[in-house]
């Protein structure tokens, strides 16, 4: 079963050309959908014992981010996702609706909504720990029909659904229908641990040829095995149209076919939490980059989208 529902925002004025191609039109977002139960605390855990924390339930999963930030600056968008028949599973498509963002949602009829537990230390750092769920079923039938639709001109797809075994299929189905399309193509390479498990590789042979992957320099350097993340950029731009490395603080490197620059990072006057701000750096340079602006601007869209992600509470605006 499939949930869409009516109505996106309009498209963005002022669309231009994205890699030498007209791209006015839809972005198709494919991945995860999840519920984040964020843990705040002061301090580390007090293993065997208690640690005051201040626990926050919402909207997740780096897919659905990504397709909210998106919306957020009136890019028509559609999320391919599966979740679970259950309640968590209806409120993320809920505010999905809510945040402008057309769900194209599969109801798993067994398996319950993705969750992510989301550690985060009194330095707004975050860890995660993942339960796919559902999400790991995504089907490759739902997401060739929904990039293969007409009107969509863009494929951005979350790396998790390629380093996960179970939605593995679904993910290369999206990248062969956007190429048989002739869309543009960016994948975020997602975290560093999975991509070294799954082998870097295997996960650059699956992704030769998009126009843009987006990394931040831990994954960039598991991809490469280079620490430097200009060099980083550079080496994997040799597999892909551009690479994008993101370096909090250090700013972000764009490297490819259509030129080269740096960034430096946009200051954050507090960082509350910086969970999903990777996610809001993708959709801001996305929604640039697609409407004709170089290399320079597109990354400067994307640090600012990081920065004000980075000052709230959560993964989305």
């Given amino acids: 079963m499939t949930t869409e529902a009516n109505g996106p925002h309009p498209a963005p004025s002022g669309v231009g050309t994205a890699a030498g191609r ?7 977002v494919v991945g995860d959908l999840a519920t984040d139960i964020v843990i705040r605390t002061d301090g580390p855990p007090a293993v065997g014992s208690d640690r005051p924390a201040k626990i926050r339930y919402s909207g997740g999963g780096a897919a659905a981010n990504t397709a909210v930030w998106l919306a957020r600056v009136g890019v028509p968008v559609t999320l391919v996702a599966r979740v679970g028949d259950d309640a968590p599973g209806r409120e993320r498509i809920a505010e999905l609706v809510a945040a402008g963002v057309e769900p194209a ?62 939605s593995r299929k679904a993910g290369l189905a999206a990248l062969d229908a956007a190429k048989q399309r002739d869309l543009t193509i960016s994948v975020d390479a997602a975290s560093a641990a999975p991509l070294e498990a799954v082998g870097p590789a295997r996960f650059l042979r699956w992704v030769a040829g998009v ?3 987006l990394a931040n320099a831990a994954e960039a350097a598991a991809l490469t095995g280079l620490s430097d993340p200009s060099v980083s950029a550079a080496k ?15 700013g972000a490197w764009w490297r490819g076919t259509s030129g080269a620059a740096w960034v430096a990072a946009e200051p954050a006057r507090r960082v509350v939490d910086t969970t999903g701000a990777g996610d809001a750096f993708a959709a801001g340079l996305l929604a640039a980059w697609l409407t004709g602006a170089g290399p320079a601007g597109a990354l400067a869209a994307g640090a600012r989208a990081g920065t004000l992600a980075v000052g709230l509470p959560g993964a989305r605006p």
């Fill in 236 to 250: 994997l731009a040799t597999s892909v149209g551009t690479a994008v490395v993101k370096d909090g603080a250090g």
């Fill in 211 to 213: 126009d843009l992957l």
């Fill in 105 to 166: 949602v599969a109801v798993d009829p067994e398996l319950p909504t993705a969750s992510i537990a989301v550690l985060v230390d009194g330095d707004g750092e975050r860890t995660m720990f993942p339960d796919r769920a559902a999400a790991d079923r995504l089907d490759a039938a739902d997401v060739a029909a929904v990039v293969g639709r007409d009107g969509v001109r863009h494929l951005h797809l979350s790396g998790y659904a390629l380093l996960d075994a179970g």
């Fill in 22 to 28: 007209s791209r006015a039109g839809r972005v198709a």
